[in-house]
């Protein structure tokens, strides 16, 4: 019987062909959405893991988020500096560094914060980190060698930002891979961004209304000279001292009950405190209700498909009447008629489900593969324990669906097919 199928098959290779390419397209469909939404839930909250507080100014929690976890390009309104000094002085404190972004290079954002959030984000992976202006680290997916000179633009240069003369960091280290929008950064001293940006700390005493570089009001200074910059001076990380606006700080709290009190502190008229896992989870929301929407869509696309195929399927056992009435006439019994039928069925959807499920990973790998290239963050591709149900449950409704043409096959009369 498995011979006469696999004949049958062979002779009809090119209508099984597009049989079992329809069923894998439609199964391709919602195993990529579903993989692909996955991959962004678990690296978005892999990449949130590595920073337990974000802090700064009033505003959206979403864009502080995006903004200091993420490196989203957007300006932030600026807090007193004075509350990073208030921070590491604070005794539930472990750590804490201050983030200034707006700069770019080559598609690279341009971040400024401390020697400590250096070494808090992962060990270098070659040289050393920066001690002086004008040196900067790269991530691990920066495509530059030690040593290169990096010019920023402020803003992105193809949105019309303009290249800062006053200063070109050269890179001295490179960190290990973080699985981060921070892989696709260059970290340079945050005093470096300030003087870049003219933002003199008498001058920021008061950061309300600002952005995060306010540099069309001060950049160029009162007579519109640039501001003089020595790429060479040593870094002074004493935050005691007055210092500008911060647009965020990232804090590492000493213990959990810690974190919570710092937030609950720091959520007044002047500062925001934000978990990042908290801010994600209403983010997954949204995303969750764009996910039942594309899976609506699948599942659609996926119902016409199965429709489509019994439909076809019925017919082809209607044109096959003559050779069900002589495998009958030459003593075939009912039941391997319908065997033969149902098996040849049930194998070319379970051939194109299975085939669905390699495709669509394939194409979820691929897509998680290009979004992690361009945000720089890991976006792991892979199966759960539940798509294993999944898949009995297709095969199941599948050899449901099978059933009814070879349900047909089995009353069909055998003179009645013969004289068709």
């Not at 049989?19 to 579903?34: E, S």
């Not at 209304?209 to 001076?233: K, R």
């Not at 659609?300 to 002589?326: D, K, N, Y």
């Not at 003593?331 to 194109?352: D, K």
Request: hydrophobic share 50%; charged share 15%.
């Amino acid at each position: 019987m498995i011979g006469f199928i696999l004949a049958d098959l062979r002779r009809l290779w090119a209508g099984s062909l597009v049989f079992v390419l329809l069923v894998a397209l439609a199964t391709a469909l919602g195993v990529a959405v579903t993989l692909q939404e996955r991959a962004l839930r678990l690296g978005s909250a892999r990449a949130a893991d590595k920073f337990d507080l974000v802090i700064g100014a009033p505003g959206s929690e979403t864009q502080l988020v995006l903004s200091s976890i993420f490196l989203q390009p957007s300006p932030l309104p600026l807090m007193e500096g004075t509350v990073l000094a208030r921070l590491l002085a604070d005794p539930r404190v472990a750590s804490a560094a201050p983030v200034g972004f707006g700069d770019s290079f080559g598609g690279y954002a341009v971040v400024g914060t401390s020697t400590g959030l250096v070494g808090e984000l992962e060990q270098l992976a070659e040289g050393r980190v920066f001690a002086t202006l004008g040196e900067a680290v790269a991530g691990a997916a920066v495509d530059l060698a030690l040593g290169y000179a990096v010019k920023p633009t402020h803003g992105l240069a193809e949105l019309g930002g303009h290249a800062h003369t006053e200063l070109a960091y050269r890179i001295v280290g490179r960190l290990k891979p973080t699985g981060t929008a921070w892989d696709r950064a260059i970290l340079v001293p945050m005093q470096a961004v300030w003087a870049l940006h003219g933002m003199a700390a008498a001058e920021h005493d008061d950061a309300d209304g600002h952005d995060d570089h306010p540099h069309d009001e001060t950049a160029s200074g009162a007579g519109g000279d640039h501001p003089h910059i020595d790429a060479d001076a040593a870094l002074d990380e004493d935050w005691s001292k007055a210092t500008p606006g911060l647009p965020a700080i990232l804090v590492k709290p000493k213990s959990i009950a810690d974190a919570y009190k710092l937030r609950q502190d720091y959520r007044s008229n002047t500062t925001l405190a934000v978990f990042p896992g908290e801010v994600l989870t209403n983010l997954y929301a949204t995303l969750g209700d764009a996910k039942r929407v594309l899976v609506g869509v699948t599942t659609g696309a996926q119902v016409l498909v199965a429709a489509a195929i019994l439909l076809v399927t019925i017919l082809h056992v209607g044109q096959r009447r003559r050779q069900i009435g002589a495998l009958r006439a030459f003593g075939a019994p009912r039941t391997a008629v319908f065997v033969i039928v149902w098996s040849e069925l049930f194998a070319l959807i379970a051939a194109g489900v299975l085939s669905g499920f390699a495709l669509g990973f394939g194409a979820a790998k691929f897509i998680a593969g290009y979004l992690s290239g361009e945000s720089g963050v890991a976006m792991p591709v892979m199966f759960a324990a539940g798509d294993g149900f999944l898949v009995f449950a297709i095969l199941a409704f599948a050899g449901c669906l099978a059933m009814l043409p070879a349900v047909l096959a089995y009353r069909q009369s055998p003179a009645a097919a013969l004289r068709a």
